[in-house]
């Protein structure tokens, strides 16, 4: 079979899983978060932690909570990271730099999980297990939690309760995230994934020279990074390692993981606001725009321009011979759609349009279908500013899902999509302004595109790398760390804040000059904002980088 016809395959099993999934794991994740029963365990955590599990939270102290857990988190990681030769496990490794433990700290708690190290090398099992695989979790419950908010603050009229955190937390770790990662790790495991505590094993390669090669806990991390669109690899060379992505078969069931949760939760806020058809409408936005940047990245990379890989048939410089063309590009817009940041492939070697594409889906806000939480909120929002501009059109008070979008309302959706802008261009205008751009392998157009790459990526709270671009210095693990600490709590803050104004409105009912928001020309209203708020925004940066460089 040609290697077009195996892609074809490889994606249409993947849409028809994932079609699968939206239903059957969208209803069971609703019925998580509108549970009044708690278990047995989530009770021994409320105690444990001091909480009234029946007691609910305003927005207000709900952001409180998330701000609070997210800054112990990042003080306790980055203690760990400190202290890691002291550690059980930690190989012989020394204790990690200050300016690196504060990047990698903040990295995982934030969800963005970029990654300035080589895992192998750096990082001991303990430290991989007990502080990185913990936030990739917990990380990834405090963006669906978050979004559950949001349509909370849809769904519910004049009350400014909308649920409580330390519940939303819990609840989401142990009934959706740890049960589906325990299965998906025993899945790779039969597909070849490592999965011990060894220190490693040294062998002869077949030119004679001697190579150690480090286990791990290594399985068990692979699907927690995929499924909580985390991201960070146990290896430095990620999903393109056999040990953590070991066959062509593995390599879809990666990227279902970091696409099924993402996708599914449409289907929460459907059944949450009484409407499947919004849901459907929302997902069909997401799924539209995903297949034209898979479709786009796999015609770039296929395309093969230039001289080399037009004599070769192929621009396969940087990918995997296991992958192919088809199956890296698919992994390289599936993992900038998402927040997921982990890489099969070298993003850097790509053609300069393919290269281009990971960064647009990433500019979108990362909202087809995004990080797990992140992508729906991100949704509602460009959701909110469409129904506000067609509101403008026609003289008419914009509604959505029958709650009215005022000042308050569009003044927190404007604020939420111009934080990762701001910060990835000034990051990126502050590194070419100084001598700190100098540290990209790449001179011209190609090096912009990786500073560029580097802090759109760190802004969205993405991960991956573009690389060609060395960040282990003071100046960029520190500036890196402040995008992704930014770029995840502000936009997190003025999500909630919206939750909260339209929580305390009373509905207001349809009437015959009341915008559908569930039928196609809402759909291709959404993609048309979307597309043209990028495009206003990143076009003059698009410019100076990838875009100059392949015409």
Known sequence: MSSTGAGMIFLLTLLLALAVSYRFLGDY???????????????????????????????GVYARSVLAFSAVSILFLYA????????????GFDNVMTHGAWNTAVSFVTNTNWQWYSGESTMGHLVQMAGLAVQNFVSASVGIAVAVVLVRGFARRKTDQLGNFWV???????????????????????GGAVQNLSGGTDVTTLAGATQHITGGPVASQEAIKDLGTNGGGFYNANSAHPF????????????????????????????????NRQGYAIVAVMGILAVASIALTIGFESAHG??????????????????????????????????????????????????????INMM???????GVGAGL?????????????????????????????????????????????????????????????????????????????????????????????????????????LAMLLGRFLPIVLVLGLAGSLARQQPVPESAGTLPTHKPLFVGMVVGVTVVLVALTFLPALALGPLAEGL
Do not use: C
Request: glycine content about 10%; charged content about 10%; proline content about 5%.
């Open 244 to 275: 953590e992505n070991p066959t062509s078969w593995t390599n879809w069931l990666e990227i279902f993981l970091l696409l099924v949760i993402p996708f599914s939760l449409p289907r929460v806020f459907g059944r949450m606001v009484g409407q």
């Open 377 to 481: 909120y991100g949704m509602l929002i460009l959701a909110v500013i469409t129904v506000f501009v067609a509101g403008l059109m026609v003289g008419r008070t914009p509604e959505y899902v029958g709650k009215k979008i005022g000042a308050r309302e569009i003044k927190f959706a404007s604020l939420y999509f111009l934080v990762t802008p701001a910060l990835a261009l000034i990051g990126t205008a502050a590194a070419m302004a100084t001598k700190n751009h100098e540290t990209a392998l790449n001179a011209g157009p190609h090096g912009f595109s990786e500073v560029l790459y580097a802090f759109t990526s760190a802004s969205n709270n993405n991960g991956s790398a573009f690389a060609g671009i060395t960040v282990n210095t003071a100046w960029w693990n520190t500036a890196l760390g």
């Open 364 to 370: 979108l806000g990362e909202v087809a279908p995004g």
């Open 29 to 59: 994740m609703y019925r998580v978060v509108s549970d009044a029963k708690h278990w047995r365990i989530e009770r021994g955590v409320y105690r444990l932690v001091g909480v009234n599990a029946d007691g609910e939270q305003s927005w």
């Open 306 to 359: 230039g001289t080399v890989p037009q004599a070769v048939g192929a621009a396969m410089e940087g990918k995997d011979v296991r992958f192919g063309v088809p199956n890296s590009a698919t992994f390289a817009a599936a993992t900038t759609l998402t927040s997921t940041g982990s890489v099969n492939s070298f993003h850097d070697s790509y053609t300069s349009l393919g290269g281009m594409m990971p960064m």
């Open 80 to 91: 760990f990271l400190r202290m890691q030769s002291l550690l059980p496990l930690s190989l």
């Open 168 to 190: 939303d937390l819990t609840r989401i770790t142990l009934r959706v995230l740890l049960p589906i990662s325990i299965l998906a790790t025993i899945v790779l495991i039969i």
